[in-house]
């Protein structure tokens, strides 16, 4: 009597599914995702409930408190805070995520490549890999942007820029795990080609990690995005970026709190929604 052996594809899928499973049940994944949700929903739509329009300014109402009127009070140019920081969040998760795609498909590819290749290539890529690792990932992203200048891809290039490197180590350190596995041997028995191999074999085994990686590594960008404005270096006036509202009203900070506060808050929160994310994400592929 013959026992039937499943295609090695077959368990990665099974086990991403139960992954996923796992990873729905979980309340501080429910929890990480409805705040995150929330702030995706203002980010495409915050204009349409927006109770004020946020560019619009009014001199005579400039610096009011937070009230029935303004829930989050008006900064020093008579602008509703509370539409701003609803519409703050385009910039943000419009950015952010585009520079962690784009930084987890390089380092992704770096990885596989470092981990998987033997001889003088793959030591050649491991040690540029570590070269830039060596590198202050902020002073990396200001000398990409004062490079080219201060503008939203600028912005998107140089954080997916000082994330691949970290990306890359990751992706290679679960490759190396792989690499010397049964079904990887199999493969090489069978003469498949390295690409093959990569792609097809060791790939679909790591995206557990990849995924978690991608999910840690957005909340480091959201906090790479406002800093970057808050510098000047990244979104320009007269966006409602909430790093670039916290440079423009911190100077008035002791007198007028809130312009500042509420936008922080935002930040925190979305932050804290994505690591609670990952967190859930990391449990479950554990």
Known sequence: MTTSVPYPAEAPTRRRLLTLRTALRSPVFLVGAAILGFWVLCALIGERFAPYDWSATDPLQKNLSPSWDHLFGTDRLGRDVFSRVIVGARD????????????????????????????????????????FLALP???????????????????????AVGFTPIIARTVRAA???????????????????????VVAEILPNVLGPILVEFTVRL?????????????????????????????????????????????CLAIASLVVAINLVADALREATA
């Open 137 to 159: 990932f902020l002073l990396v992203a200001l000398a990409f942007v004062a490079a080219r200048g201060p503008s939203s891809t600028t912005v998107v290039l140089a954080i």
């Open 175 to 197: 490759v190396l795990v792989e690499r010397e596995k049964d079904y990887v041997v199999a493969a090489r028995l069978r003469g498949e080609r390295a690409p093959y191999v």
């Open 92 to 131: 943000v998760l419009t950015i952010a995520p585009a520079a962690t795609v784009l930084g987890t498909a390089a380092g992704t590819a770096i990885g596989l490549l470092t981990g998987y290749l033997r001889g003088w290539v793959g030591q050649v890529l491991d040690r540029l890999n570590d070269s």
């Open 219 to 263: 909340g480091y960008a959201i906090f790479a995005v406002s800093t970057l404005s808050f510098l000047g270096a990244g979104v320009q006036p007269p966006s409602p970026d909430w790093g670039l509202a916290v440079a423009e009203n911190r100077g008035f900070f002791q007198l007028y709190w809130w312009p500042v506060l509420f936008p």
